[in-house]
């Protein structure tokens, strides 16, 4: 780090208890005498995390902040404080605050006046609370000194038994993990995390994506392990970058040997809450379902899309048995609503019900599982068992009205399913890009007064079928032609559409890939002059929404985190163009080939007699790229981008 002399202080600050009201005092100097800091609008002194740790796991935290507020925004920023806590894990609540004004004074904020309410929510209703301190009038130079006590866990969310203390009490009981980041938004001059804990609970740790310096002691019965780090900016962030969690320094922390070990938990605790028991209604269904249904993978679709279409994603807190221990079959069934856990859990009771071996498993949504066993879940799905072996991921949450059965959108994730012999964590693998084409083929003619008119098709399958589909899935089939014209609109605010044609059903998406066919005229597409036209091809501008990758920066030169798109995909546009009688094209034919590990695109661009051929294919083949992709595939996507825009020069010989 940059200041070893500064972490040694801060490690010395951190083993003395307990700490002094105003311990901070060393550490404002040392950001006083920081000229890289003059000019900051507001700077965290201390970033303080204790947690003591109880023999069945739960955690008793002091959390402080000491943050110097040098600007007026910065006063308006933090004249009220917020935290989150789940009540069902949780308990938070100010235990102190001070305001150290510039001129010397000193003044005590009524912490008794804190509110406790309801946080913000959308979609997911668990009783999310927040806790809300207004510290009041700040000037430039005061410093904003409080402390939050919690008692609980983080990012399990089971609730426990009745008993009040229960509730805070881990899920796999006497067992402590933690995720803490170590990246910060506002300069910190330190951040430090400590631990004490029986000294016979063994634990695992790790700091990744950077370096801290890190103490261990033994005092008596108790281990008490410090991190800390010193003179910390804020993380540069770049557009499209994976998660923080991937890139950023953080501490990963668990009690729990291997994932092998939480896998077989996982497994116990839903059967011994026999959360995927028969129900004769459910059956019943399954047995319609099923009818005439020959092949595994015939049943195990039509289970797996009937639970995606028909269970709403709508997440109601139902008391004990949020998070790990999920829902029974009869309440699934019945409500048809919940989150990714209750209709993970309803697609393996039917799954079972038809004679399958289906099991849960947890995953991560946004980011990469580390090694160490710590519980970093926040998704659900399920795994059911081939007759060859092997075991299947499905995820009725992400693949509602879609042609997959597992979606491509969470390729190259982490999940660790809960089976009866236990697993090691598993990753799903790269989906080829040709499962999720998109393809356009357009014949167009244009006059001489830079009229455009043609046709073009369009069909696409896997993640770019439901992009494609996803206006006529969700909108009133009254609004269809408008959603169809709507793209031509975006390429001219003169376009019409003439006539569409996307089949009897669209919503059907189960029938096969969907085709679009739509007829247009755009009048004055071209720009004219004295025997000269320019124009640019329309098949490589249209659908924007559905080509993900155009809205990634291929302007810069480099990267220096990994990055990502939607998905893997293959784009194939086709134009076949009629120019007026005479017109010969004035740039030079095209046809460029670029080929990488991350990413190929072939384009070409030709004239023969009165009609232009234009050509793009692109090739991407990962959802989440490593930093050293970006050259490969920054030249693929840029050579399309620059041949779509390029306007093409024709003139009248």
């Given at each position: 780090?940059?200041?070893?002399?500064?972490?040694?202080?801060?490690?010395?600050?951190?083993?003395?208890?307990?700490?002094?009201?105003?311990?901070?005092?060393?550490?404002?100097?040392?950001?006083?005498?920081?000229?890289?800091?003059?000019?900051?609008?507001?700077?965290?002194?201390?970033?303080?995390?204790?947690?003591?740790?109880?023999?069945?796991?739960?955690?008793?935290?002091?959390?402080?902040?000491?943050?110097?507020?040098?600007?007026?925004?910065?006063?308006?920023?933090?004249?009220?404080?917020?935290?989150?806590?789940?009540?069902?894990?949780?308990?938070?609540?100010?235990?102190?605050?001070?305001?150290?004004?510039?001129?010397?004074?000193?003044?005590?904020?009524?912490?008794?006046?804190?509110?406790?309410?309801?946080?913000?929510?959308?979609?997911?209703?668990?009783?999310?609370?927040?806790?809300?301190?207004?510290?009041?009038?700040?000037?430039?130079?005061?410093?904003?000194?409080?402390?939050?006590?919690?008692?609980g866990f983080t990012y399990a969310l089971l609730s426990a038994g009745a008993d009040d203390e229960e509730r805070f009490v881990p899920p796999m009981r006497g067992q402590f993990y933690d995720i803490v980041p170590f990246w910060v938004t506002t300069p910190t001059v330190r951040k430090v995390y400590t631990v004490d804990m029986p000294a016979d609970k063994e634990v695992q740790y790790e700091f990744y994506q950077g370096q801290c310096q890190s103490s261990m002691r033994l005092q008596g019965?108790?281990?008490?392990?410090?991190?800390?780090?010193?003179?910390?900016?804020?993380?540069?962030?770049?557009?499209?970058?994976?998660?923080?969690?991937?890139?950023?320094?953080?501490?990963?922390?668990?009690?729990?040997?291997?994932?092998?070990?939480?896998?077989?938990?996982?497994?116990?605790?839903?059967?011994?809450?026999?959360?995927?028991?028969?129900?004769?209604?459910?059956?019943?269904?399954?047995?319609?379902?099923l009818r005439g249904k020959r092949t595994e993978m015939e049943k195990i679709a039509v289970l797996t899309h009937w639970v995606a279409d028909n269970m709403r994603y709508s997440g109601i807190s139902m008391g004990k048995g949020e998070g790990y221990t999920l829902h029974a079959t009869k309440m699934n069934f019945t409500d048809r609503c919940g989150v990714c856990k209750d209709k993970a859990a309803l697609l393996i009771s039917m799954l079972r019900m038809a004679g399958f071996e289906a099991?849960?498993?947890?995953?991560?949504?946004?980011?990469?599982?580390?090694?160490?066993?710590?519980?970093?879940?926040?998704?659900?799905?399920?795994?059911?068992?081939?007759?060859?072996?092997?075991?299947?991921?499905?995820?009725?949450?992400?693949?509602?009205?879609?042609?997959?059965?597992?979606?491509?959108?969470?390729?190259?994730?982490?999940?660790?399913?809960?089976?009866?012999?236990?697993?090691?964590?598993?990753?799903?693998?790269?989906?080829?890009?040709?499962?999720?084409?998109?393809?356009?083929?357009?014949?167009?003619?244009?006059?001489?007064?830079?009229?455009?008119?043609?046709?073009?098709?369009?069909?696409?399958?896997?993640?770019?079928?439901?992009?494609?589909?996803?206006?006529?899935?969700?909108?009133?089939?009254?609004?269809?032609?408008?959603?169809?014209?709507?793209?031509?609109?975006?390429?001219?605010?003169?376009?019409?559409?003439?006539?569409?044609?996307?089949?009897?059903?669209?919503?059907?998406?189960?029938?096969?890939?969907?085709?679009?066919?739509?007829?247009?005229?755009?009048?004055?597409?071209?720009?004219?002059?004295?025997?000269?036209?320019?124009?640019?091809?329309?098949?490589?501008?249209?659908?924007?929404?559905?080509?993900?990758?155009?809205?990634?920066?291929?302007?810069?030169?480099?990267?220096?985190?990994?990055?990502?798109?939607?998905?893997?995909?293959?784009?194939?546009?086709?134009?076949?163009?009629?120019?007026?009688?005479?017109?010969?094209?004035?740039?030079?034919?095209?046809?460029?080939?670029?080929?990488?590990?991350?990413?190929?695109?072939?384009?070409?661009?030709?004239?023969?007699?009165?009609?232009?051929?234009?050509?793009?294919?692109?090739?991407?083949?990962?959802?989440?790229?490593?930093?050293?992709?970006?050259?490969?595939?920054?030249?693929?996507?840029?050579?399309?981008?620059?041949?779509?825009?390029?306007?093409?020069?024709?003139?009248?010989?």
């Open positions: 780090m940059k200041n070893n002399k500064l972490l040694s202080t801060m490690l010395t600050m951190a083993l003395a208890a307990p700490i002094a009201a105003q311990s901070w005092l060393p550490l404002k100097q040392h950001a006083d005498g920081a000229a890289d800091l003059v000019k900051e609008e507001a700077l965290v002194l201390l970033d303080s995390t204790g947690v003591v740790v109880a023999d069945n796991g739960s955690g008793s935290f002091t959390i402080r902040q000491v943050v110097e507020v040098r600007t007026t925004p910065a006063a308006l920023r933090y004249r009220v404080v917020k935290y989150d806590y789940d009540p069902l894990t949780a308990f938070a609540r100010f235990s102190r605050a001070t305001v150290y004004k510039a001129d010397g004074t000193k003044r005590e904020v009524d912490v008794t006046k804190a509110v406790d309410y309801a946080a913000p929510a959308r979609m997911i209703y668990w009783g999310a609370r927040q806790i809300m301190l207004e510290i009041g009038a700040l000037d430039s130079g005061d410093i904003v000194d409080y402390e939050i006590d919690k008692k019965k108790r281990r008490l392990m410090t991190f800390a780090v010193a003179d910390v900016k804020p993380f540069p962030k770049e557009p499209n970058m994976v998660d923080l969690y991937d890139v950023a320094p953080k501490l990963m922390m668990s009690s729990t040997p291997e994932w092998k070990e939480k896998s077989l938990w996982f497994h116990k605790v839903n059967e011994d809450y026999n959360s995927f028991g028969a129900d004769p209604e459910t059956k019943k269904k399954v047995d319609e379902l099991y849960p498993a947890m995953t991560m949504a946004g980011s990469r599982i580390e090694s160490i066993p710590a519980d970093h879940f926040n998704h659900c799905v399920t795994v059911v068992k081939l007759s060859n072996g092997q075991y299947m991921p499905l995820d009725p949450t992400w693949v509602p009205f879609q042609r997959e059965l597992w979606s491509s959108a969470e390729q190259q994730q982490h999940y660790l399913p809960g089976l009866p012999e236990g697993s090691e964590l598993l990753q799903t693998p790269l989906s080829p890009p040709e499962d999720h084409y998109f393809r356009l083929t357009a014949n167009t003619a244009l006059d001489a007064k830079g009229t455009l008119r043609g046709e073009f098709t369009v069909t696409a399958e896997g993640q770019s079928d439901a992009r494609l589909r996803w206006p006529l899935i969700r909108g009133l089939m009254a609004n269809w032609r408008n959603a169809m014209e709507s793209e031509l609109l975006r390429v001219s605010p003169g376009a019409r559409m003439l006539s569409v044609d996307y089949g009897r059903d669209p919503r059907d998406y189960q029938a096969g890939p969907i085709r679009i066919t739509m007829k247009f005229e755009i009048p004055d597409y071209a720009l004219t002059g004295d025997g000269v036209l320019l124009i640019r091809p329309i098949c490589a501008r249209l659908y924007p929404s559905v080509r993900t990758y155009m809205n990634i920066d291929t302007d810069r030169p480099t990267r220096r985190y990994g990055f990502k798109d939607a998905c893997s995909r293959l784009v194939e546009l086709k134009e076949t163009m009629t120019v007026p009688a005479g017109y010969t094209l004035r740039q030079s034919p095209v046809d460029e080939r670029l080929k990488s590990d991350a990413a190929d695109f072939i384009g070409s661009l030709s004239q023969r007699g009165n009609k232009l051929n234009i050509r793009h294919e692109l090739t991407l083949r990962k959802r989440v790229y490593d930093a050293a992709d970006w050259p490969g595939f920054r030249k693929a996507v840029k050579a399309h981008k620059d041949l779509a825009d390029e306007w093409l020069v024709l003139e009248k010989k």
